[in-house]
């Protein structure tokens, strides 16, 4: 205490206590008790300062109530006793009595106005009151009678703060660092404001300055990374948190923003390394397990990604996300029997979940067991019977197995109800030109091109649909080039176009562009068949012959082509 001297006694008493303090007394033990006090209290001259360290006692031992009584006790003894009327107000208001805690907090401050903590608590309590015009009030008096310090003001820019007058505040809290610019905390106060006004390049000012001041202070470097964090200058952000990390700040929040910040920076390895860290830290939590889990796939360690994942599934074998992921894993990687396993596993869980009966057929899909593939897609239908996306696909598995009336009834369905994709619009209109359904399919092969105007497979169908019926050819000319737009290398695009000027007599071109599409079709034999039709417009009557006797010879003998030979052969004669 500043304002007594220590009595004589009393001091010997406590370095005698630090003594037995350092000569390895045990960790805990009190060496200060009640007899010793007891004996403090007699010392001459020191009765208030016994009385005081009698209460600092029973607070460090957390004997609040005894140690309000203590207190007041010193302050009745001396009356210009600051400590003690500032501890009182500090117990008080934490028990809750707040106008007891303002009245000796004004008593501490009336004796040493500078005393931060009684200002402090003053502030508080005030606050906890909802009598903040007061503690303005009485801070403001301080002010004009001439005690000025950085600490009323910090309190002031808090007291308005709560007032909701944010401009006011920001005043204060500059003029806090203006009175006292060395105090670190000042600074940092005032970058928290800045950067709640959106002033940015205040608050960086703010967060370094207090940052230099306060070097040993991890909390300050903490906001001034996560400053950086939030302004996305993710690489200063970097160098603050990785100083945190070396200190051993909080240290799990800090490894946890340096995973997501190396992450942003496309850092996987790094991200990972930190994620290892925290693993450490907090072997069970299953929230970092699930994100190492993610870092080890991405990095392509799919073994250690796949045992995480196990892991997560063991700890809450009813939450089937691990297991999933798991599945889709196989599926990537082409483990097509692994995967069988795993969806056989979560479906031994939940018989009734439609994502892993799909995924199910979808494995038996690529290791040509199709009879089992339709037949998980019909356990997923029987489930979800309007599953727009599982009757899709079951469509799809019943036209790939020749089923194709019961593929377009499912199409219908879908449609029915409000399906639109790509997917089942084109799936639908070429089923329905396969079944001879003419208008049907030009009607959804045209809606296709309308909602999707970029599906080039769509608008080269409709296009080459068109030109084989000789309708429409300049909307044909039209959507095949649309096509090769897309895919100007695609040779059956560009069969097309040769079909429609084949169509639209547009001879020569015609013959220009099959030729181009069959130096890139490998012999397909209806690009040649083409070719060869328009060879002969040209008078090429050889080149078209030896086209269709190569047609006849490799793909087997078809009526109408042997009569086009034949043709060719009596002009001949």
């Known amino acids: 205490m500043e304002e007594k001297a220590i009595p004589r006694r009393i001091t010997w008493i406590l370095l005698a206590a630090a003594g037995m303090a350092c000569s390895g007394a045990p960790q805990g033990e009190n060496l200060l008790d009640h007899a010793t006090w007891e004996e403090a209290e007699s010392a001459s001259g020191g009765e208030a300062w016994a009385s005081f360290l009698h209460a600092r006692f029973l607070e460090s031992q957390g004997e609040w109530k005894e140690a309000i009584d203590a207190y007041r006790k010193a302050a009745e003894e001396d009356p210009e006793g600051v400590e003690a009327r500032t501890r009182l107000a500090v117990l008080l208001h934490e028990e809750g009595e707040y106008g007891e805690a303002i009245r000796y907090a004004r008593e501490a401050i009336a004796l040493d106005p500078s005393r931060e903590t009684a200002l402090s608590v003053l502030a508080k309590s005030y606050l906890a009151k909802g009598e903040t015009d007061e503690a303005i009030a009485r801070f403001e008096k301080l002010l004009a009678e001439g005690e000025e310090s950085g600490s009323i003001h910090h309190l002031l820019a808090t007291l308005h703060q709560a007032r909701g007058e944010d401009e006011v505040a920001l005043r204060q809290a500059e003029r806090a660092v203006e ?100 693993k450490e830290l907090e072997p069970t939590n299953l929230r970092l397990r699930s994100q190492l889990a993610d870092l080890y796939l991405a990095l392509g360690r799919q073994e250690e990604g796949i045992a995480e994942l196990r892991l997560l599934w063991r700890a809450r074998p009813a939450d089937l996300r691990p297991a999933k992921k798991i599945a889709e894993v196989h599926l990537a990687r082409g483990d097509f029997e692994a995967a069988k396993e795993t969806l056989r596993g979560i479906l031994r869980q939940n018989s009734s979940d439609v994502w892993a009966w799909t995924r199910l057929s979808y494995a038996h899909f690529r290791l040509d067991e199709e009879e089992e593939s339709v037949t998980a897609l019909e356990a997923a239908r029987g489930i979800e019977p309007e599953n727009t996306e599982v009757l899709l696909l079951l469509g799809n598995a019943y036209v790939g197995g020749g089923r194709i009336e019961l593929g377009w009834d499912l199409y219908r369905d879908a449609y029915r109800l409000g399906l639109r994709s790509a997917d089942l619009l084109y799936r639908k209109g070429v089923t329905e030109d396969r079944l001879g359904r003419t208008e049907d399919a030009l009607r959804t092969l045209a809606e296709l091109v309308e909602k999707h105007p970029d599906h080039d497979s769509g608008l080269n169908y409709l296009g080459y649909m068109l030109a084989s019926l000789g309708i429409r050819l300049d909307e044909a000319e039209d959507l095949v080039l649309r096509a090769l737009e897309r895919e100007p290398k695609n040779a059956f695009y560009r069969d097309s176009l040769g079909w429609v000027y084949f169509q639209q007599g547009r001879h020569s071109e015609a013959v220009r562009e099959l030729e181009r599409a069959a130096r890139g079709s490998e012999e397909d034999p209806v690009i040649l068949e083409h070719l060869a039709d328009a060879y002969v417009r040209v008078g090429a009557v050889d080149e078209a012959a030896r086209i269709y006797r190569w047609l006849l010879e490799t793909r087997g003998e078809r009526e109408d082509l042997m009569v086009k030979l034949r043709s060719l052969e009596q002009e001949g004669e």
């Open 179 to 278: 009175v006292d610019p060395e105090r670190g905390l000042y600074h940092y106060y005032l970058a928290e404001r800045y950067r709640r006004a959106g002033r940015d390049e205040g608050a960086e000012r703010e967060y370094r300055e207090a940052a230099h001041l306060s070097p040993n202070n991890a909390p300050i470097l903490h906001s001034l990374g996560e400053f950086y964090f939030a302004s996305e200058r993710y690489e200063e952000a970097v160098g603050v948190f990785d100083e945190l990390a070396e200190r051993g700040y909080r240290p799990f929040e800090v490894h946890y923003r340096l995973v997501g910040i190396h992450l942003k920076l496309q850092r996987t390895e790094e991200a990972l390394r930190h994620a290892e860290v925290l």
